[in-house]
């Protein structure tokens, strides 16, 4: 099976720099939810280089003025699932970039470890 992330239509990218590339979630789970992806294929966040690693964070930055001047969030949360235990579905490292609301869920206390939406 093809990669999903690999080779995207241009059409899809929100924002780009030279080894990573932002794209709204196909199912998000806040308007404004972005995935920022590296290029070159690789399965593990902890196999991406130094490299890659700051394009995301500076990715991140765009995607943060991107989303703060259509949406207004109120916060966010940024994170990565490794491996199928832990939530990855395909195979390509990409990191949830989630833009949060206040009313989004009723208790939003402790983060990602207990929003349930």
């Known amino acids: 099976m093809a990669c999903?992330?690999?080779?995207p239509d241009p059409a899809?990218?929100?924002a780009k720099?030279?080894?990573a590339?932002?794209?709204y979630d196909i199912h998000p789970v806040n308007p404004g939810h972005l995935l920022l992806i590296p290029f070159r294929h690789v399965a593990s966040a902890f196999e991406t280089t130094d490299a890659e690693r700051l394009a995301i964070g500076q990715l991140a930055e765009d995607c943060k003025a991107i989303v703060e001047r259509d949406q207004s969030p109120?916060?966010?949360n940024i994170g990565v699932n490794?491996?199928?235990v832990a939530g990855q579905a395909i195979m390509h490292t990409h990191v949830h970039f989630i833009p949060r609301y206040r009313g989004d869920t009723s208790h939003p206390d402790g983060g990602v470890?207990?929003?349930k939406g």
């Open 4 to 7: 999903p992330f690999c080779n």
């Open 21 to 23: 590339y932002a794209r």
């Open 17 to 19: 720099n030279d080894l």
């Open 113 to 115: 470890r207990h929003v």
């Open 82 to 84: 490794i491996g199928e």
């Open 12 to 14: 899809v990218i929100v």
């Open 74 to 76: 109120d916060g966010y």
